[in-house]
T-cell receptor, first 112, second 115 residues
């Protein structure tokens, strides 16, 4: 069963605007990872945030984690057409657990 | 060259046929995974392996089998394919480094259509 969901399922914004997508989870995690998937391609790792961290940055990406609410958000600032993709969060429970569990993703469309 | 290579990239097969998807990796990782992606359902784990002698069922293992032939090779088989196994299949790997947090590296995917 899915261990949480990304929200919204789809998001369309104008180029240059900021895009925010959210991820919720149900059980405790060791870390949470965000991935990007271009249409029909493999997932590419973007950023990892550990359970004892609250915020991480990587270029135009900002990830926050609120363990009390069991939620994370991914912010993409100054969006570009090339950011058009699906974004997934992977929840890792640690302790030799079976890899990451993913939700259904957020499909982001950047309008030129 | 890709670190995680899947073959074939595309395959159309008939119901009842046996099909094997192969995966090889050059990352030197111990852990390998097979995921399935369906539209609207995200990725679901089929099988995973932490080393050559270790095979574990994931969320949706029914109708599938795997073989870990070597550290670098992990194949997925559909013994008797059925149409609802039409999907995009991903092989993935992760390293043993605890500090990596189990970051997963994906192959480019194998499109399988069962008619």
């Amino acid at each position: 069963s899915q261990q949480g969901e990304e929200d919204p399922q789809a998001l369309s914004i104008q180029e240059g605007e900021n895009a925010t997508m959210n991820c919720s989870y149900k059980t405790s995690i060791n870390n949470l990872q965000w991935y990007r998937q271009n249409s029909g391609r493999g997932l590419v790792h973007l950023i990892l945030i550990r359970s004892n961290e609250r915020e991480k940055h990587s270029g135009r990406l900002r990830v926050t984690l609120d363990t009390s609410k069991k939620s994370s958000s991914l912010l993409i600032t100054a969006s570009r057409a090339a950011d058009t993709a699906s974004y997934f969060c992977g929840r890792y429970s640690g302790g030799g657990a079976d890899g990451l569990t993913f939700g259904k993703g957020t499909h982001l469309i950047i309008q030129p | 060259d890709a670190d995680v290579t899947q073959t074939p990239r595309n395959r159309i097969t008939k119901t009842g046929k046996r099909i094997m998807l192969e995966c090889s990796q050059t990352k030197g990782h111990d852990r390998m995974y097979w995921y399935r992606q369906d539209p609207g359902l995200g990725l679901r784990l089929i099988y995973y392996s932490f080393d050559v002698k270790d095979i574990n069922k994931g969320e949706i293992s029914d109708g599938y089998s795997v073989s870990r032939q070597a550290q670098a090779k992990f194949s997925l088989s559909l013994e008797s394919a059925i149409p609802n196994q039409t999907a995009l299949y991903f092989c993935a790997t992760s390293g043993p480094d605890r500090n990596s947090g189990n970051t997963i590296y994906f192959g480019e995917g194998s499109w399988l259509t069962v008619v």
